[in-house]
């Protein structure tokens, strides 16, 4: 087996690259995952797991068989080299580099009756986890991101999804894409915006339903108003007319789970 024991090691070097650029990370389609509960997540979303790197005072060889679907390249690596990639501080001893999915809508599969989370332009890491989150805690078909401003596979946001970047369908794209997108799959599309809107809780979210929020400093766009089956709004009584995206998302979706029984998609 392999050993690593310099940070000054090329291949190291590189995977500090994968962590910090995302242009690394787009040229060799590859990226870092950490931790037990993130490796076997995407394993089990189909992610392809090309080599891990382990401290073995840690983590044993038997227990990343059993977090990984078939065999891969082990390299075993001291403490200096993995406090050098490790992006947490929690400590778990065990790194994967995994190659990235296509995000075309194209590959997206739907039900026939989906229901799909779309946020336009989101740019805090945090906030796009918390979207995934909440996306597989309501068993949604799909998130889209739409004129994405971050790259998906950004430490950050595999970290605050806490795994979830690998249970959800992810596709991005421009907005004039998703619209054409749900429109040519006769998917309603609602869109919580302050102008020209009404409560959320009026509509039908019992079709197949895309369900549109956008960033906490703009809003939506006017494509996306200017399009949508209907604009919505969340009701607030407070002094301000705002509220984390996150957590409007959050509402929207389980209105429109609560309108469907709470029924698995």
């Known amino acids: 087996m ?3 024991t310099s940070i000054q090691n090329p291949f190291i070097k590189s995977l500090v690259l994968l962590q910090e650029k995302a ?11 950490e931790g037990k509960r993130e490796i076997s997540l995407a394993t089990k979303g189909g992610y392809e797991i090309e080599t891990v790197l382990f401290l073995p ?7 990343i068989n059993k977090l990984t679907s ?15 990639l490790a992006y947490r501080d929690t400590t778990e001893g065990i ?27 989101p740019e805090k890491p945090g906030n796009i ?7 597989d805690a309501a068993n949604l078909n799909a998130v889209i991101i739409a004129n994405s401003k971050s790259d998906l596979y950004n430490p950050n946001i595999v970290r605050s999804s806490v795994g979830c970047l690998f249970t959800n369908q992810i596709a991005t794209g421009t907005t004039t894409e998703i619209i054409d997108f749900l429109k040519e799959n006769k998917i309603n599309f609602y869109c919580a915006t302050l102008q020209n809107s009404t409560s959320y809780h009026t509509q039908d979210f019992t079709t197949p339903t895309a369900l549109v929020v956008g960033t906490e400093a703009t809003g939506l ?5 200017d399009a949508a089956t209907q604009n919505i709004i969340i009701p607030m009584e407070g002094e301000i007319d705002s509220m984390n995206v996150s957590v409007a998302a959050a509402i929207l979706i389980f209105e429109a789970k609560r309108q469907r029984g709470f029924n698995q998609l």
Do not use: M
Not at 23 to 33: D, P, V
């Open 95 to 121: 790194l994967a580099i995994a190659k990235t999915k296509s995000l075309q809508l194209s590959d997206l599969k739907l039900t026939d009756n989906p229901l799909i989370l779309v946020a336009e332009a």
């Open 70 to 84: 078939k065999q891969v390249n082990l390299i075993e690596i001291n403490k200096d080299v993995y406090q050098k």
């Open 221 to 225: 766009t006017q494509e996306w108003r």
């Open 23 to 33: 242009k690394a990370r787009k040229q060799t389609g590859t990226f870092l995952i």
């Open 129 to 135: 986890g918390a979207l995934l989150r909440t996306a």
């Open 2 to 4: 392999k050993q690593i």
């Open 57 to 63: 005072e840690l983590i044993s060889e038997n227990e």
